[in-house]
DNA sequence: CATGAATGAGGGTTCATTCAT
DNA sequence: AATGAATGAACCCTCATTCAT
């Protein structure tokens, strides 16, 4: 009787979207754990609890997968990220206290799944399809960082714009890696007050 | 006695060593265009010129013959990188045109196979044993800069050391990265001067 | 609630179950001919009808197979003489009667998949695991030979039943696969005979 | 000065005879421990201490290596046999205590290189050409079994002499074996004895 | 004769993907 | 839509044997 038509469409694109969701989850925790090359799909499909064939009517295959994984966390990181900073305007503090807390909000948003995260900065590196969306990240990032400098108008000491928005970028993004993906023998609250003090004196004229 | 073996002796070590670094350069090439896990025995053999048995021969399995190649990549870094830093200490700039030539030095470090280079890091994050080498290189690279920094005294404006020497490691290290793993929009010269000016403007009182 | 799952599951299993039958039957065919050593996976694999990668489907590995092999082999064995053994003894005849029948009983156990036996033979000498598994199989018949003469009491013209047990077991079984192994240039009948003759002459104090 | 043609020749023979002798020793303590298939050519020459080259100098290949060391420990074997044999015969004992003294001596052929025996034995399993080997070993000692029961002429009981050479000997043989090749839980002596009684009983009508 | 580097066919095993049920 | 058995190309690695020195 399941096969009579109207009705249960709708129940069945929900499980559908379950099954789907089941399976994205599950290969962001393996694909965390051991990398994109050292999980297999039979290991997906049984994380999941769904069978090889069920992982391949979703996906059209792993890699696929694992770039949906990459979209998504890349989309929540982007969102946390982008509230975290509108708070951090909206409080409208000084230069220093400002920029610590985009730091913060840098280092937060990379707190969702960091081990995911972790594996899929490698495949930047070596493979060449994140590769190119690891451009694209910059570029938006890049963007982002240029407009908040244009909010501060005079009091910023830096002439090139441009370069200083790539550089304050890649600072920030470094350091907070490090501390995410390796640790520190430096206390973390060391570490982001002392990025946050370059920055600071780098950026604005009266660095305090 | 037994005198007949002298000669021969040699050239046939002579000739193993030739072997052994036909391998390792062509790995070094290899794994540099598509990463440890795209490329298998039979392409490194082919690439060097000999059967898959002879690059057995001299490596227990292809992992090792990674780890021989960076090996010898990061020593032929350091060599580089503290060939330039002692010119630079020795031509005894003040301390943005010291910083500069700091900078410098490791944008020229970098500049040995950044192919290879790029794989290596990657593997950084996903692989256990890479990532127990990089722990190592970065303590060393710490230590260096701290005593570097030592040298400058009452100059400095930092009072963490420790933190500022993580600090300045990460972002020299990943500006020099972006530029030679990614290639940037802005110029490379405008890239490396604004890194210098975050760093003299952050370690030095006196920031000119 | 989800009950259109019981039929297919069953008719999947029974193909599985004979996926691996055949697998199971193709090795124990080329085990036999050409022994452990000199058959190959694609060789099985051939054999049985199926790709490799369904022989690992449903066998970690070579050796694992040929064990699983043995492992029925003996069961069928161990059964078939059990059958006989107890027939025999069912039949109650005199003690050279019923040697005859035991020797005739242990005969027609081997000739089961003599070829299999053999190799199997073979590796029990040179292989560990195998090894442990014939002694468990000697100490086994060794207590199966002596609850049969205790049966005999006063009959017996032995004194050391332990021993006993383990020339007679030795001597039925060596001479049954000299037979079935490698033939004999005397007929079987023959040797059977005397086999029990000299079984019979050292067991019970009245020879006939 | 060396290639002057005379003298040497002799000596380098002897040299060359001693090459083959490391050889073979090497050979026969390794297929001991490991197992034909188990041993490589690298083994075989490291433990002789000379080049694989060398190896391949004096035999045609590694099957054929093991034949020689096998021909060489049967003739051995079969040398103390012999020996053992003639002296049993010279002592000239009544029926019990010279099939004791013959049981004894096959006990102690057995004794030379035992493991080597072991992974023969098994080897003629599963090997034609050891098949063959053993074929014709078995009808020497046969031929050899039938001769010393001629010498027993009226005393023996049995008729069969053909049938009881095979028996005898297979008996014999495996007895030995067991406990040469895995042991036995029940000791040598008592063992041997019953054996000695065994074949008494069955081959003399006097069987004292 | 001795050497040991070089060879490459061949073997065991994995795993992404397909497809009949 | 779900299943999981089946597939076979591809991979890593071994080792008997050869041959230039």
Redesign the interface.
Known sequence: M?SDHRKPRKTVQARSQKTREKILLAAERLFGKK?L?SVNSKEIAAEAGVAVGTFYNYFPDKQDLFLEVFERHSMEVGRVLDGRIRDEVARGGGGREFIYGLVKAVYEAHSLSPDFH??A???????ASM?VR??QE?KEA?AKSVALMAGFGDKL??T?H???A???G??V???VH?LK??G???SEF??L???A???T??LFRD?T
């Open positions: 399941e990398g090359h972790r594996q900065e490698a495949l930047k590196y070596s493979d590769a690891r451009k910059r890049h000491r830096i090139d441009e370069a200083a790539e550089i304050v890649l600072a993004e470094s350091v490090e993906m390796f520190s023998e430096v060391r570490m007050k002392e990025l003090d370059m920055l004196r780098y660095d």
